[in-house]
């Protein structure tokens, strides 16, 4: 009788600290969450309040080429339109720096990135990204909900009525933290992306949100 070897998926869960180096931890097998807590600089925030308050749209997107490990990402461009408000320049330096942190962290070369100023919840169900690795930070408003490993099952996904309804049970990322989320498409990852969805506005309400994706 030949002996069966089974092998069975470590746990996946969260870790989370006060540092930039929490962020490496996404490299690990049994993370599937890292979140860099993190207090926003006076300057950027209060930016960030500002351009909300001014209801006006912005859905900016840019594919970054990734070249000079030492060379700074061109941002030019990004949210032009709000140069003029105190602490664009810092709010830009603090995006620059995360954009250098991924890229060197995933040794990515093609980055994509999104800035948007949201009203309502753009993914309003519970989850899973289809990529590597997907870095969030919300500059403004509510950020974004997540849910412990085993908390909904996976073969209800996008079905509201499996969705938690014990607030208790449900996660979320404070504004101006940085959380990276490992999705479907990490290797060894399949089955065990991260289950998260965008939080629900009340009207007037509005969130400032940064997006990072490895394309390449």
Known sequence: MSNVVRLIRPLVGHVSG???ETMTRILDDEVNLAIWQRQLPVHISHFAELL??????????LVLE???ENAQPNLKGL??????????EGFIADIS???SAYACLLGAKRVGL??????????????????????ITTYAGLGSQWLQEGVMNRRHLGQAQAEPAEPSRIEQVNTGDVALLKGEKW???????????SPALADGERRLILTLDWLA
């Not at 909300?52 to 997107?61: F, G, N, R």
């Not at 949210?79 to 664009?88: E, M, Q, T």
């Not at 999104?114 to 870095?135: G, I, N, Q």
């Open 97 to 99: 720096w995360l954009v």
């Open 52 to 61: 909300l308050s001014l209801d006006e749209p912005l859905a900016d997107a």
């Open 187 to 197: 290797q060894g990852n399949e089955g065990a992306g991260l289950i998260h969805r």
């Open 66 to 68: 990734m070249g000079d």
């Open 18 to 20: 006060q540092t930039p």
């Open 114 to 135: 999104r800035l948007r100023a949201l009203d309502k919840a753009m993914c309003p169900r519970f989850h899973v990204d289809h990529v590597p690795v997907r870095l």
């Open 79 to 88: 949210a032009s339109r709000f140069n003029d408000l105190d602490g664009y």
